[in-house]
């Protein structure tokens, strides 16, 4: 068997599955070739492998290396979270969570496994070639149906009742941003500082909304599966920032990826637009908050400052990147760019609060349809 991956150990994994998951071990975890498996790119900070050679293939999820202690949470809360939406969304089936902190048998940490979901990440342009226009405009219509199940989902329902502290969320979210914007301060950045005291100063009274909050809900963090004129969601993935509060913080990450093309081609910054182009087929985003309203049955929301905190968390989490960067604490290419978008992105967030930004120019104008 194969056991020379970084943070898991195949043997172990094998050895696990036969004896606690004995229908899922398949014929390749005794004698003979066994189990293989493969890191998948991508999913934040924590490591994600596909595993081959079981009865059918699975997906096993651990904390980055050397962060086991204050990482090993979110493995419990992301299976915790997956499990109790099977049913109401596209979601993995779960198989497992296991503190594996003791035995050191599989990764030495908490770990979950999941079954693998076929599909496809649009994370680039290119991956758009596998659908047709018409296709890709259905799929972002979906995508806002998903969302909109998965905020009308009732927690207590589905035993989500204690995920999170909804009161308060959005003010603890900020605190939380500028705690991280101040430990990756290493040049001025204005623009940034005046949208941090503006979404400060403004934030929404969320007592009145209350919902599962994915944390990172975006295109390329689904699995797209179907015809090249028929996708659908196979599967939402990357649940570790879950928790219960303002749902409208979904949509406000949504509609920034969603437009953040033509303000990273303008700031020559590469990696981060994701696969929305103009003339893939993907409609404008006032068309996906009109669907999403119309599957939540509720009014299209106002979602200036929504979509302004999301400017400001990825302009914070981008400066955190280049902090890194100049200190010489970065491995690989394009993040001698990333910087450039950051100054850009406060423009963005900051225009759409109204707030003029001293001749930096942000992607395009705010439009007033639902403050999108």
């Known amino acids: 068997m194969t056991n020379e991956l970084p943070g898991l150990d195949v043997v172990g994994l094998s050895a696990w599955l036969a004896r606690e998951h004995p229908e899922l071990a398949g014929p390749d975890t005794g004698p003979g070739p066994g189990l293989t498996a493969t890191l998948v790119p991508g999913g934040r900070s924590n490591l994600t492998y596909r595993v081959d ?13 050397g962060h086991v202690l204050s990482s090993a949470h979110d493995m419990r ?9 099977a ?14 902190t003791a035995a050191a048998e599989v990764t030495g940490t908490v770990f979950f496994v999941m079954e693998y979901v076929a599909g496809a990440a649009l994370a680039r342009p290119e991956d758009n070639a596998a659908w047709t226009p018409a296709g890709l405009g259905r799929l972002a219509t979906e ?20 995920f999170g502290r909804p009161a308060g969320y959005l003010g603890r979210q900020l605190k939380t941003w500028r705690r991280q914007y101040d430990a990756s301060r290493s040049r001025p950045q204005p623009l940034l500082d005046t949208l941090q005291e503006r979404l400060a100063d403004a934030v929404p009274d969320d007592g009145a909304r209350s919902g599962i909050v994915h944390g990172d809900y975006r295109l390329d ?30 949509l406000g990450m949504l509609g920034m990826y969603w437009d953040i093309h033509e303000l990273t081609r303008a700031a020559g910054v590469v990696g981060v637009a994701g696969a929305i182009v103009p003339g893939a087929g993907y409609p404008d985003f006032a068309e996906v908050i009109d669907a999403y309203a119309a599957r939540a049955g509720i009014a299209v929301p106002d979602l200036a400052w929504y979509r302004a905190f999301a400017c400001y968390k990825l302009a914070v989490i981008l ?54």
Do not use: K
């Not at 050679?53 to 290396?65: H, M, S, Y």
């Not at 963005?348 to 104008?365: D, I, K, Y």
């Open 77 to 85: 809360r992301e299976h915790r979270v997956i499990t109790a939406l």
């Open 143 to 162: 995508l806002a149906e998903v969302l909109a199940d998965l905020h009308g989902t009732d927690p207590v329902a589905v035993g989500l009742a204690d």
């Open 221 to 250: 963090n689904v699995l797209v599966a179907g015809r090249p004129d028929a996708p659908h969601v196979a599967a939402v993935l990357d649940w570790e920032m879950a928790t219960l509060g303002d749902p409208l913080v979904d």
């Open 87 to 100: 049913g109401t969304i596209p979601v993995p089936p779960t198989v497992a969570v296991v503190d594996d």
């Open 319 to 372: 400066e955190g990147i280049n902090y890194r960067f100049t200190g010489g604490q970065t491995v690989g290419a394009g993040f001698d760019t990333i910087g450039a978008l950051v100054a850009p992105l406060a423009a963005e967030g900051l225009a759409r609060l109204g707030v003029a930004t001293g001749g930096v120019v942000p992607s395009r104008p705010a439009t007033t349809e639902g403050g999108a």
């Open 53 to 65: 050679g079981a009865a059918r293939p699975l997906v096993l999820r651990r904390p980055p290396l």
